[in-house]
């Protein structure tokens, strides 16, 4: 995410639960595949579990855009009223 999506998602967290729930899953997942990602060698099932993890992270992510892309609508939206 860019530095200023990170700065307008840290200031709705409190404004937002479903924005900080998927904000907090994403940094979650992300710690797990991180504790995966620094072994040398994955077993089949943990290399199937890393690609899993990314893939809920990567749904998290969507879920924190689309916030923000409904976010930044609405407040066009009061710009223009």
Not at 17 to 37: M, N, Q, S
């Amino acid at each position: 995410m860019e530095q200023r999506d990170e700065e307008l998602i840290k200031s709705l967290l409190p404004q937002i639960p479903e924005l900080k729930t998927a904000y907090e899953a994403h940094a979650r997942l992300g710690l797990e595949v991180d504790k995966l990602i620094t072994k040398s060698v994955l077993s089949p099932s943990e290399e199937v579990r890393r690609k899993d993890l990314q893939k809920q992270k990567l749904a998290e992510k969507d879920k924190i855009m689309k916030i923000l892309a409904d976010h930044r609508g609405e407040a066009s939206e009061l710009e223009r009223a």
